[in-house]
């Protein structure tokens, strides 16, 4: 019998805020334990929450660039359960009306063309148990509650998903949508990005879906492709050989490539969902969606598609150049400014990507100008100096903060372009090198590569390229 895997996600994205969801508290990662809390995030008596308003209108940003619908007005609610990480004993989340409802992703490279949405609502984040790194981590578990009450959205999306891959490029193409509205920061490994899989199997044909099984807490997009592959084959096996799938929550463990079994799955009656007395209904007017759209940057999608018909790149290189909103921008002012936009794409997509890689810097972090970039490309472009000697003058432009021009100048790296200067060093490389000289006049035109560069040799890089060409050529025709 063949079966069909279905798959939902739900998506955990911290809101990039400065403080908590409710209160004043610092929302930033690595202090040191329990020092970002207060006494509303640590659910004290008579402690009062208070809705942090950037974070609503972060939540509604993400909902308006997935084609959501936000609603006019939405309900916090409390989700009782009990947990160290929970100091309240329930976390302040949404249910029956969340902020947003439906919408969809294109993806893009994905084996499933769209994914639908459910829903996007809001909550606050848990705090966090400690398992290990303690000298008594085998007996004890220590709780840092500086996570407790970080801004979330959940996206929940429709079972449209068939299989660990396509489960895997729809998650990435959502981070760098979240990551580009700059309402996430994407960072899986702190755990601001987190998905949780479910995942169930049917017969083909079948309408009716199967048992599900939620892997939690999957913090990359490979480990999201193999767990969910792994509960996809696990879930057949078991029905295979007579078996029934239990609905339960798992979790994937990255050092066996297995998911374990970790509670039986709650049904939303079990968290006893009601309204939080403790907070008002939250309503969103056309006013104010109309106001946070007016102040979203293009997304990624339709800038890819501009660069191809604008600018004419290639699919790869719009790809590329739209990793986030800085490095497209960057590109843009440099190709302006250089008034070569495939040069301007090739030194970005090369050199200046490149040199971030090696040094961890992202592209905040250049110290080039845009338009000092431009100006090493007009070098290249005048005949000034070469491709090879541009990348060397980058190099010296990033670390000083000089410009092409000072460089090239002080330093000497000027191209050769006087004929009679090369006509004088082409001469003195076929004097030295008779058999390659017999060889190409024999015939074996190969050696002509190996001439041309014994004459850049011996003009130190310097010479123009194409008049070096030229005067070798006529030197070694013209003379046969």
Sequence with gaps: MKYEPVIGLE?????????????????????????????????????LPVLNRQAVDYAIRAATALGCEVQPV??????????PDLPKGYQISQYEQPLALGGGL????????????????MEEDAGKSLHEGFVDSSRRTYVDYNRGGVPLIEIVTEPDMRSGAGAAAFFSQLRDILVWLDVNDGNMEEGSLRCDANVSVRPVGQQRFGTKAEVKNVNSFRYVQKAIEYEIDRQIELLENG????????????????????????????????PEPDLPPLVVSDERVAAVRATMPELPE???????????????????LTQSVGLADYFEQVAATAGNVKAASN????EVLRTLNDRGNTIEDVPLAPDALAGLIGLVDKGTISSSTAKDVFARMYDSGRSADDIVATDGLAQIGD??????????????HGDAVAQYRAGKTATFGFLVGQVMKASKGKGNPKLINGILRRELDGAA
Excluded at 14 to 35: E, M, V
Excluded at 107 to 112: I, L, Q, R, S
Excluded at 256 to 262: D, E
Excluded at 419 to 432: G, K, N, T
């Design 419 to 432: 004929e009679s200067a090369l006509l004088s060093i082409v001469r003195q490389v076929l004097e030295s």
């Design 243 to 274: 078996g029934t799938v239990v609905q339960e929550t798992r979790l994937w463990d990255s050092a066996t490539g297995r998911t374990m079994s970790m509670r039986s799955k709650e049904e939303a009656h079990d968290y006893r969902y009601f």
């Design 347 to 350: 030194w970005v997509m090369g």
């Design 11 to 47: 998506i955990h994205a911290q809101l990039r805020t400065r403080t908590k969801i409710f209160c004043g508290c610092s929302t930033a990662y690595g202090a040191a334990p329990n020092t970002h809390v207060c006494p509303v995030c640590l659910g004290m008596p008579g402690a």
């Design 74 to 83: 939405s309900v916090f609610a409390r989700k009782n359960y009990f947990y």
């Design 302 to 320: 339709a800038r890819r598609r501009r660069f191809v018909a604008s600018y004419g790149l290639p699919d790869y290189d719009a790809g590329v």
């Design 106 to 121: 294109d993806v893009v490279g994905g084996d499933t063309p769209h994914v639908g949405l459910t829903r996007i609502h």
